[in-house]
């Protein structure tokens, strides 16, 4: 299987050169583009299987690429950006971007986001019906929980919550697109689903204040951590 490809869409020469020497030694390829349309180029004819976008280009907003993107890819994107406001992250996550990285950040952190990223990927693609991560296990295909040796029973609506992190485990997910998946295309109480996730911590969570797998994104929404 060849090495993963990595496509960096940044306009700060001393950025890309970071990134560079961040992914070096992770046997990634890398494809460097510093503006919107050579972004969309790029992964129109090499396919990466991951973008890491800059929000601030010089030709156009970061939004409008990830709109142009999800117009025909469903390729991971990694935002990496200085906009630190929740409403931008909300609103790139809601244009279709699967995670948020602020600007100054750690290469650490940015690997991490990148690795949930290319197994979500091969997830979907290999049509897994079973997640596993530390002891949680999460069977799809029999809506079955499982905690180690110990099953796990939910109700209907926190299967549909869990499940629905799952099939994008390693993502960010907003409150309006968990309440639109799991409740209905009109839901938009938060309140709801702050109870249910609640609820879902404390049959999933060694410690539900501390959460290792359901994990809280201030402002935005949650992730289900892929590792």
């Known amino acids: 299987m060849p090495d ?12 890309r050169r ?18 919107g349309a050579d972004a969309l180029q790029e992964a129109a004819t090499r396919q990466p299987d991951v973008v890491i976008l800059d ?9 409008q690429v990830i709109k142009r993107l999800r117009e025909w890819s469903a390729i991971p994107i990694i935002v990496l950006s200085a906009r630190g406001q929740e409403r931008d992250k909300v609103s790139a996550l809601d244009a279709g971007a699967d995670d948020y990285v602020s600007k100054p950040f750690g290469p650490e952190e940015l690997l991490a986001r990148i690795r949930a990223a290319l197994r979500r990927r091969a997830f979907r693609e290999d049509g897994e019906a079973v997640f ?13 929980v499982s905690l ?9 609506i926190e299967y549909g919550l869990l499940a629905t992190l799952v099939r994008h485990a390693g993502k960010v997910l907003t409150h309006r697109h968990l309440l639109r998946e799991v409740w209905g295309p009109h839901a938009d109480d938060a309140h ?6 609640a609820q879902l911590r404390r049959k999933l969570e060694a410690e539900p204040a501390n959460p290792r797998y ?6 935005v929404g949650y992730r289900l951590a892929a590792e």
């Open 4 to 15: 993963p490809t990595i496509l960096v869409v940044e306009d700060e020469v001393a950025i």
């Open 18 to 35: 970071f990134l560079r020497a961040a992914l070096a030694n992770q046997d990634y390829r890398l494809l460097e583009a510093d503006t």
């Open 55 to 63: 929000l601030g280009l010089p030709d156009m907003d970061g939004l």
């Open 132 to 144: 596993a991560a530390g002891d949680l296990k999460v069977d799809l295909a029999r809506r079955q």
């Open 148 to 156: 180690g040796d110990r099953a796990v029973h939910l109700t209907p």
């Open 192 to 197: 709801v689903l702050r109870v249910h996730m």
């Open 214 to 219: 359901l994990l809280t994104e201030p402002g």
